[in-house]
């Protein structure tokens, strides 16, 4: 199974501040299609996941521009700038290129 | 707007089976992928099952297969999952989603004597 290790496992962060989230692969996840699924998601409390970012950089219908995803082969990083209120939660990557399809363990994000 | 209504849930004995259902609309339900996946407790999330478009295709991490069995009927607009031999590690919100895009508000499965 792919592992997910994801860091830090909490952030705190103050208000208008950039943090960044660390995604990495025990192996690509390029798929044999040439795309790479890789995702983000923010779990707020109380609440079903919502995706933010999709294969590795696509902001999701809705998303602010203030999250932005990067990276390639086994190494991603999800950037918040300017975070605000709404931002706080528990955020998970997932690649859906290999079966089993595998999440990080989450980062909270929090306020300092 | 996608809505994705899950339900079933419940308490259910060690050893014992449930089937959870999730009804879909606001989108072409035949088109999509579904997918179902599990936060136990103050835990992470945890992928459980995906099925293709016309169901011949299904997939489950080791830790349900030859347990739970996914299917759906696109002309209900609706995925299930069945659920067997239930074990009190199987305790968790189960949520449907399609795409992985958009994930119903969950249903609670507690597996306990």
């Known amino acids: 199974d792919v592992l997910m290790t994801q860091t830090p496992v909490s952030l705190p962060v103050s208000l208008g501040g950039q943090v960044s989230i660390s995604c990495r692969s025990s192996?690509?996840?390029?798929?044999?299609?040439?795309?790479?699924?890789l995702h983000w998601y923010l779990q707020k409390p109380g609440q079903s996941p919502q995706l933010l970012i999709y294969?590795?950089?696509n902001r999701f219908s809705g998303v602010p521009d203030r999250f932005s995803g990067s990276g390639s082969g086994t190494d991603f990083t999800l950037k918040i700038s300017r975070v605000e209120p709404e931002d706080l939660g528990v955020y998970y990557c997932?690649?859906?290129?290999?079966?089993?399809?595998?999440f990080g363990a989450g980062t909270k994000l929090e306020l300092k | 707007e996608v809505q994705l209504v899950e339900t079933g849930g419940g308490l259910v004995q060690p050893g014992r089976s449930l089937k959870l259902s999730c009804v879909a609309s606001?989108?072409?339900?035949?088109?999509?992928?579904m997918y179902w996946i599990r936060q136990a407790p103050g835990k992470g999330l945890e992928w459980v099952s995906s099925?293709?478009?016309?169901?011949?295709?299904?997939y489950y991490p080791d830790s349900v297969k030859g347990r739970f069995t996914i299917s759906r009927d696109n002309a209900e607009n609706t995925v299930y999952l069945q659920m067997n031999s239930l074990r009190s590690e199987d305790t968790a919100t189960y949520y449907c989603?399609?795409?992985?895009?958009?994930w119903g508000q969950g249903v609670m499965v507690t597996v306990s004597s």
């Open positions: 099925i293709n478009t016309d169901g011949g295709s299904t």
């Open positions: 989603g399609v795409q992985l895009s958009y």
């Open positions: 606001g989108f072409t339900f035949s088109s999509y992928w």
């Open positions: 192996q690509s996840l390029v798929h044999s299609d040439g795309n790479t699924y």
């Open positions: 294969r590795v950089s």
């Open positions: 997932l690649q859906s290129t290999h079966f089993p399809n595998t």
